[in-house]
């Protein structure tokens, strides 16, 4: 067995293992970063299938005082453009344009809930307020991107006024984190309306998070390409600044005693510093404590019992059509970044409790009943719809256009189909029912134009990317969560009891998601070139 060495190895290359390697390579230091699929990126990916070309996780980017800053700080040129958000509720559709939208939102709620309109004025009021919040959270280039001894009038300028504000953004917040579904039971009593404010987002989520959607809006932006760009720019740069990458390694093994990782071809790797930006239950799962002393081992023991006992959040369903027929035509309906939900009705408990207890009794309940759970499931939910030829053109071939339609998902549903032998017809029977809403709904141009359709389900989701429960953000949200998930302690979240080895990406800090990977992945990365 061959044992290659290295000052600090990287295992998993979405953008947070990007991050942490690009930032060391700039340090100076030996990288390698080991990447179990063929491409880097992870969630953060664009393929290209028949000419078109489709974004796999994310739709789009959130800065959020992130990405921009630390492109900048890297050197990084990467051509972007705006993603504008539509909104749209049965054929009523608004396009975002900017925070006046607010208002038209507003209005655009009260048609449908005309008995609820005091109450929708207070939900306005509610997220007008967060969006402050978010302009004192976001509303700066993010510090640690930045080199503040290089540059004190930042500091003077920016950060000293900007820092009391933003502990008490960071005090106001911290009241908001109950669930959004209970938080506006307090404010809307119209459940239909409760639900078309909020079932898009992850369940539990803290209602600070959700609630500050409408101005994360306006803050998505989409790199000329596709996402997967801002990926294969932090690849290149990698290697740029000589650190290495090696694709098709899957790691299996830890061994912190002797500092060594193990693939799955055999090969070690000998590490001085190890980041992990994969899941974590994977990590707990495959670590040796043997040799190790006791009260590391028990440490260690007590964390992978955390860890262990909690599951990944919310996965999702995504359609992709290949589509006959232009992007001008999908662009008269809506903007290529679009939340619809066909029904004001709302889905009522069809996501959880009804599911719950089908799940319950997954065996005896039969396929017909499941397919009728699967009408509901997908005439009443919110569907986000992401067309990428409307942002960028040269994402499909000249006259059609590429859709990607999504749903969030229950792995677990999933997950009992596939066992009892049926996936592949479920599945088509999911695609046909998201097809009709949409074609009987908002898209009629969809009808007899479809050259071909593929679907990614939350178990395809779990097999790519290796993620619990097909979560894409990372854990799911519960009273006790596994890791660190208060701003103000963010720099912690990337340490592990394990001796030498950090922790960086969507599993180590809650909520998780693009931004958030990367800031982990460079405070990983921080605390290895500073030692
Ligand atoms: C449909 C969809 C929509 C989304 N929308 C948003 C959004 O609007 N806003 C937002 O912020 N986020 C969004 N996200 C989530 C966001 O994409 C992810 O949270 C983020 O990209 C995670 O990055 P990461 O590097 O932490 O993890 P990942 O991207 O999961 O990367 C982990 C990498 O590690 C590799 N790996 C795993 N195990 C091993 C191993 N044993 N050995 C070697 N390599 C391994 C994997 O192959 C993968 O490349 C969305 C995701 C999806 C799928």
Redesign the pocket.
Known sequence: MSVQEFDTIV???????LTATVYLARAGKKVLL????GE?????NTFNRDGFYFD?????L?DAGIIHTMLKDLKIKLDVVKSPVSVGIESEILNIRDIESLAEYSDLLKKFYPGSKSEIDEVVRIIRKIMKHMDVLYGIENPIFKDLKRDPGFVLMKILPWFPRFLLTVRKISRMIVPVEEYLKSVVSDASLRDIISQHFFKNTPSFFALSYFSLYLDYFYPVGGVGSLAEALRHKILDFGGEIRNE????GLFPADNLVVDDQNTSYKYNKLIW???LK?LYTMTKTDNLPSAVRIEIEETKAKILSNRGGDS?F?LFLEVNEPPASFGKIAHGHFFYTPSRQGMGETHRQELDELLARFSEAGKEEILSWLDRFTRLNTYEISIPALKDPEMAPPGKTGVII?LLAEYDLFKKVEETGWLDEFTRELEDRMLKVISGSVYPILKDKIIARFSFTPLS?AR????SEGG???WAFREQMPVINKIQKANRAVLTPIPSVYQ????TYSP????M?ILTGKLAADRIVKK
Do not use: F
Request: hydrophobic share 40%; aromatic share 2%; with cysteine.
């Open positions: 295992v998993g290359g979405g953008v947070a293992g080991l990447e179990k699929n880097c990126g992870g969630l953060v796999a996780g994310v739709r789009a959130l390694k899957t790691i299996i930006a994969a899941d994977r999702v995504s999504s989701i790519r990317v290796d993620s894409l953000t990372g960086a990406g969507q599993w998780g998601g693009v931004p990977s």
